[in-house]
Every structure is written in structure tokens, then in C-alpha cells.
């Protein structure tokens, strides 16, 4: 359990946290990320909070708040079916899910229900654009699979180097929008920020961070590693502005591979992204 969460119930939260601890659709040859709810939830537990003269104190994010936050931790759901009914629940209360992964295609599965039938714009900070249409029902296929429920044309790939010709040409017909990190090296942060925010402007947004979007050098325990991604601080800058200004329907955040982490250094990570994300809102 999250020491995050500060409510008994989904009832009396805003925000709720589901972990999905499956990697049924992942073809990596990196196995594990299955764990990384609970890694997470630990790592969260041991890296942001300290014990002094018997108190525990939890530590602040950098932007935003998170005193007056109603925070539910609902644990883990048992398959993708489970997944829709919660995430169904949570958004017909008007209600924000924050998904825990587990592989990428579980954002399949909550898009199609956090629409609500309405197309939602997507912000995907990956380094993969995981838009291959050849083949379907799995990580990669994300995007294709998502097709129906999302505006592509006000949505936004961001952190993505390793990208197969297939994809390239399914981003070009759809004119889904590319910022890779040399465009970011080039723009900086602020601009790309403000490019973001530009084209979600009026949409209902779902934010989804694979956590190889950012460099190995920061993020070495993912499934498919890159190299060449985003700086820790550059991907939290983004996420601060986007979720700040924007009318965010969800988030999630996948790919965590415990055994090939580095020092605990990946999951104090996304531990720290999702005290973002929540302080941010």
C-alpha cells in the first residue's frame, strides 16, 4: 500500500491508483515488469518519505502540492477485465486513475474506457512509438489499437529515437505529432512545453510514460532500453506543465523491469514521477 494514499476508500478519493501487475502482451526479451506495482509502491514507501523521533514525514514534489489531495491506493487488479471495470468506476465518478504497469498495452484497455466514447487527445512520452499496424494486440501495437478512441491530430509522441519505418509512416499519414530529444536539445524544454500544450488546447488528455522514454543513464531497469532519451528533470518539467494546464482523464505509467534496475534508481524514479503527477493536478 502507498503511504501516498491518505483516504479508506475509492469512494473518498479524486485520485486513485491501480496497479496492473500483468506483461501478457509484451514481446521484450527483458521479463519482469509484472513486479513493478508493488516495486514502486516500495520504492515510493523508502525514497520519499523519513522517520525522525518516531514520526514519518513525507517529502514534498517540486511543483504543486499535496496537502488536500484525496489519494486512493485500490491495489492490483487481476486481469485486463478487472482493469476496465475499475477504471470505469473511477472515471464515471469523475474520478482521476493513475495506472501502475506492467507492460504498455495496458493503456489499450484504459483508453478505450477513459474516452467514454468521446476521442481523447494522448500524450505518449515513449521512445517507441509503438504504432506497428502489421501486427496487433500487443505493446507495440498501442497506438493502432487505440486508433478509435483518440484524436491523433492533437496528440503528441514525445521522447521517441527508436522508431521502425513501419511506425514513421503511420505517425506521417495520421500527422501525429514527433518530439524526439534532439528536438528538445534544439527547442528546450520550455518551448516543447509550450508546443504541448498548444495542441491538447480544449481536448481531454490521457498521459501514458513508458519509463524508457528517458535515458538508460537515469532509467536503466525498462524493458526495452534506448539510448539517447530524455533527462529525469526534463520529463518531470513536461509532465508538471502538461497536467498543470491541461484536463488530464488519466495517466499511467509502464515498463519498469525490477531485476535490470540499477540501485533501486528506475523505481525511486517512477515513484517520483507519480508524486509529480499527483502534486501537479
Known amino acids: 500500500m502507498l503511504r501516498r494514499s491518505n483516504v479508506a476508500s475509492l469512494r473518498d478519493a479524486e485520485i486513485v491508483v491501480i496497479g496492473v501487475p500483468d506483461e501478457s502482451r509484451s514481446h521484450a526479451k527483458r521479463r519482469g515488469t509484472s513486479r513493478a506495482p508493488d516495486v514502486l509502491r516500495t520504492a515510493s514507501n523508502e525514497s520519499e518519505f523519513f522517520e525522525r523521533g518516531g514520526m514519518l ?41 493513475i495506472i501502475i504497469g506492467g507492460d504498455h498495452s495496458l493503456t489499450t484497455e484504459t483508453i478505450k474506457v477513459a474516452s467514454g466514447g468521446k476521442k481523447l487527445s494522448l500524450l505518449y512520452f515513449d521512445a517507441h512509438p509503438d504504432f506497428v499496424s502489421s501486427v496487433r494486440n500487443y505493446y507495440g501495437s498501442v497506438l493502432t489499437d487505440s486508433a478509435q478512441s483518440l484524436n491523433l491530430r492533437k ?29 528538445i536539445a534544439e527547442m528546450g524544454v520550455r518551448k516543447v512545453a509550450q508546443m504541448i500544450n498548444a495542441r491538447t488546447a480544449g481536448s481531454r488528455t490521457y498521459i501514458s510514460v513508458d519509463l524508457d ?30 497536467i498543470s494546464e491541461g484536463n488530464i482523464v488519466g495517466i499511467d505509467i509502464v515498463e519498469l523491469v525490477p531485476d535490470y534496475d540499477v540501485n533501486g534508481m528506475t523505481a525511486a524514479l517512477a515513484a517520483r514521477i507519480l508524486s509529480e503527477c499527483i502534486g501537479s493536478l
Not at 161 to 172: G, I, K, T, V
Open 155 to 183: 496528440s503528441m509522441l514525445i521522447g521517441t529515437r527508436a522508431a521502425e519505418p513501419e511506425e514513421l509512416e503511420n505517425a506521417r499519414q495520421a500527422r501525429l505529432k514527433i518530439i524526439n530529444p534532439l528536438d
Open 57 to 97: 514525514i513525507p517529502t514534498c514534489p517540486m511543483r504543486g502540492k499535496l496537502e488536500g489531495k484525496r489519494v486512493f491506493d485500490a491495489g492490483n487488479v487481476g486481469s485486463k477485465k478487472d482493469l476496465c471495470k475499475i477504471v470505469h468506476d473511477v472515471v464515471s465518478a469523475g474520478k482521476l486513475p
Open 213 to 242: 522514454c528517458v535515458d538508460p543513464a537515469f532509467s536503466p531497469g525498462v524493458s526495452v532500453p534506448s539510448p539517447g532519451g530524455l533527462s529525469a528533470v526534463d520529463l518531470i518539467y513536461l509532465l508538471n506543465k502538461v
